[in-house]
């Protein structure tokens, strides 16, 4: 078996190469192209306010830590949709949009921003995430 080292590059059983930037995360080479989007993507849809793209770069069942709510189990889409104005507050949103790839912290359970959102590579290549954590 083939370990997953930080910035160590090496092969996974499939004989795919696993990234260097990313190894840690267990992210191979051709998955890079969507980390290093999944901010950028992200901002984008915060600055048009487009809550049904945000929705569909999340995992559900999502955990949304958010003040005055506390914790927030989201199930569907349409659980997203209705708590979104309290999930990506002014404030929240005013953090994410200020960040840029550099901030993007990885281990082997995935990769984090801003000490809070969470998100990981799925199946099809696509990033998504899966936990978001706010204090006021």
């Known amino acids: 078996e083939n370990a997953v080292m930080c910035n160590t590059v090496v092969t996974s059983t499939l004989g795919d190469r696993v990234c ?36 569909k770069m999340i995992i559900y069942p999502a955990e949304i830590r958010v003040p005055d709510i506390d914790i927030c189990y989201l199930e569907t889409r349409e659980d997203f949709l209705k708590d979104y104005p309290q999930i990506f507050t002014e404030k929240v949103k005013k953090n994410l949009l200020k960040l840029q790839n550099k901030d993007i912290f990885c281990n082997h359970t995935g990769f984090m921003i801003n000490s809070g959102m969470w998100f990981y590579i799925g199946g099809d290549g696509k990033a998504y995430f899966y936990a978001l954590n706010h204090s006021p």
Do not use: C, M, W
């Open 20 to 55: 260097e930037k990313y190894g840690v995360a267990g992210v191979l080479k051709r998955e890079e192209p969507a980390v290093e989007a999944f901010l950028p993507t992200l901002q984008k849809h915060l600055r048009n306010n487009d809550a049904d793209a945000i929705s």
